[in-house]
């Protein structure tokens, strides 16, 4: 959490008559009204980009309060006025906070929920989220081998199955260089196969999985390895192979 961002947007909010209390957040407009952080959040956030200042700042604002009020409608609104007639937003700002929050040492829920189903699921966008969040630098993330670098790494890596797999297959291919990556790189297969959207092609995903030095009894290895080597590309098209798998595996 970035405390100068935090305490930004808890000024910000107390500027429009919102304040928080032990239980949660009240208004000035209705003193006697408990507000989640969900009301908070769907009430307000979309006010951060009204603000006379300029765009850059606006998401400053907007990502501290996401670090203040941890809920995924406050990326929401960083989407929409990305899309918006007024955008797209600085995109240095915008992934740089992406960045950040997922390289910090606390839950990341929002955050990852955010790329995976706004910015991965959308093939108008998910080439250069998923390049911004990891793409570029993966080769220094496996070089620094750093903590924040590889929580970065892993948490993209596990939401990415959307991702089209000649975007993300280099990616992959780089992160399997490091074994503190491998887990990640297994869960990111298993999601290009799972997820509705997901992407893969099944004979460079299998020789890609053979690579990974993965702990002995890792649940759904087996399966995995047998959709692929089946020529299975996703679970929604092809309905029964991962039963069929399941069973060749017990």
């Known amino acids: 959490m970035e405390m100068r961002a935090v305490e930004a947007a808890r000024r910000w909010l107390a500027d429009q008559g ?14 006697g009204e408990l507000l989640t952080a969900t009301q908070v959040a769907q009430s307000w956030a979309c006010d951060v980009f009204t603000e006379d200042v300029d765009a ?5 604002l907007a990502f ?25 937003l600085p995109a240095g700002v915008l992934w740089d906070g992406y960045r950040r929050r997922l390289e910090a040492d606390r839950d990341a829920d929002a955050v990852t929920y955010s790329l995976w189903v706004d910015w991965f ?7 250069t989220a998923f390049a ?22 892993r948490r993209v890596l596990e939401h990415s199955g959307p991702v089209r797999w000649t975007v993300k297959e280099p990616t992959y291919r780089a992160a399997a260089r490091l074994s503190d990556l491998h887990p ?8 290009s196969f799972h997820d509705v959207y997901g992407d893969l092609e099944p004979t460079a995903a299998l020789l890609l999985l053979d690579q990974l030095d993965l702990p002995a009894g890792t649940r759904h290895l087996g399966e995995l390895r047998h959709v692929l080597a089946s020529g299975h590309k996703n679970h929604s098209r092809g309905p029964g192979a991962w039963e069929d ?6």
């Open 18 to 31: 919102v304040n928080q209390v032990r239980d949660g957040w009240v208004s000035d407009e209705k003193p």
């Open 245 to 250: 798998a399941v069973r060749a595996c017990s």
């Open 64 to 88: 501290g309060l996401l670090d203040l009020l941890d809920e995924y409608w406050v990326t929401c609104e960083i989407r929409f006025a990305e899309k918006s007639a007024e955008g797209p």
């Open 132 to 153: 911004e969040v990891l793409g570029h630098d993966i080769d220094r993330v496996v070089a620094d081998r750093s903590e924040p670098l590889l929580r970065r790494a």
């Open 184 to 191: 990640a790189v297994f869960h990111g297969i298993r999601a």
């Open 121 to 127: 699921e959308d093939h108008t966008t998910s080439a």
């Open 56 to 60: 850059a700042d606006q998401v400053r």
